[in-house]
């Protein structure tokens, strides 16, 4: 049987090198969480393109009652825009008067469709008085 003090020293050895290795286990796992895959081939780097695919959108242009007036489509990050003639809208008391889209056109994510607005007017004719509502 070991003495005290032998026993103690033998317990403070084993702290000693679980402690050590303990270290080393951390340092371990720091480091290669860091570390980069080292590319020791000679081999030149090669790219089979040069620039990147941009997905295509569709973007449908719709009058207010749901006809159909252009479909275009567009890359990604690019602005659509509408080459028909303009959207028209009629009525018996209102005036209208195209004013734009309802959908942002710049900087396309996604298709979707964008319906035409129109700003209205109604006309007193008997009157002359001419109100304009946007």
Known sequence: MLKLSERKKLCYQRKSLLLFFALIGLSLIFSL?????????????????????????TITFMNYDYTLLEKVTVKEGETASYSGSTPTKTGTEFNYTFHG????????????????LYDVSYNYSDTGCYLHFI
């Open 33 to 57: 969480g860091s570390c980069k895959k080292a590319d020791n081939s000679s081999s030149p780097v090669t790219s089979s393109s040069t620039s990147e695919t941009k997905e295509e959108y």
């Open 101 to 116: 889209w309802d959908h942002d056109l710049t900087d396309v994510k996604e298709s979707f469709e964008t319906f035409a």
